[in-house]
């Protein structure tokens, strides 16, 4: 078994692991450029409560990020998790390439397992993810469920 931990970034200590978010974020929006969010926006989110930083490490090795808020559902006000952005570290290869981590599919599922035992913790019974990216049972695991397709037209 391995030593995994999904530990929270006190936010007065962002700063700390900023760097490593950063290039996260900026890894997020070269695959997703529809990704709208600014990385001003991401750190004052955090630093003020309104998300949560939780950084992962395998082994002691770090692994990646997830940036969680709580977003109720707009019509009922049930509670809900926003899977704001999430993050597989990337390692440096024998050639000095940069790939995804060689553990990601296990970092990826021990992260999910994390993320449902802290929303059941806090009493929030859904999670939801907001991606341009085409998800399919490769990359979501468990109980996730396709529920609505978002169309856009911009004038």
Known sequence: MPDFKLSKVDPAKLPLAWDAVKEGLENIRRKSPNATFRD??????????????????????????????ESPEAFTLERRLLIWCAYTAKVLNGRGRLVMHPRWREIRELTEAEIDKLA?????????????????????RGDWRFVESTWEKRL
């Open 40 to 69: 001003e926006q991401v750190f004052a989110a955090i630093v003020n409560g309104v998300a949560e930083l939780f950084c992962a490490s395998i082994d002691g090795e770090y692994g990646g990020f997830v940036i969680l808020a």
């Open 120 to 140: 059941l913790e806090r009493g929030i019974r859904r999670q939801y993810l907001v991606s341009a990216r085409p998800w399919d049972r490769n990359h979501l």
